[in-house]
Nanobody, 123 residues
Framework: QVQLVESGGGLVQAGGSLRLSCAAS????????MGWFRQAPGKEREFVGT???????SYADSVKGRFTISRDNAKNTVYLQMNSLKPEDTAVYYC?????????????????WGQGTQVTVSS
């Protein structure tokens, strides 16, 4: 079994920055894609960004230019650097990973999920 453990959430003022981390542990696992989704109260879970294949990255339009994903394959860890945060970025952020290909922007592609970490941006 594979476990994903997130860290780095918290409360920040608008315009500030946070860095989320997600480490995969458990059985030997080489993720094809590791990414982030988020879910705000009363809304569906939405794609934020992902790192996949041999170093590709994809982002939701709402975060493009503000958020950056990086990945340390040796540590099976993915990071989400969030800059210029806005109140509408407030949500629970979930890390996700998959060992196979597919549409990396869809939640259904991912086999493993973290427990989520709260990000709150105050105005």
């Amino acid at each position: 079994q594979v476990q994903l453990v997130e860290s780095g959430g918290g409360l920040v003022q608008a315009g500030g920055s946070l860095r989320l981390s997600c480490a995969a542990s458990g059985r030997t696992f080489s993720p094809y894609a590791m990414g982030w989704f988020r879910q705000a109260p009363g809304k569906e879970r939405e794609f934020v960004g992902t790192s996949w294949g041999g170093g590709f990255a994809s982002y939701a339009d709402s975060v493009k230019g503000r958020f950056t994903i990086s990945r340390d394959n040796a540590k099976n860890t993915v990071y989400l650097q969030m800059n210029s945060l806005k109140p509408e970025d407030t949500a629970v952020y979930y890390c996700a990973a998959t060992g196979h290909g597919g549409s990396v922007r869809l939640a259904g592609t991912y086999d493993y999920w973290g427990q989520g970490t709260q990000v709150t941006v105050s105005s």
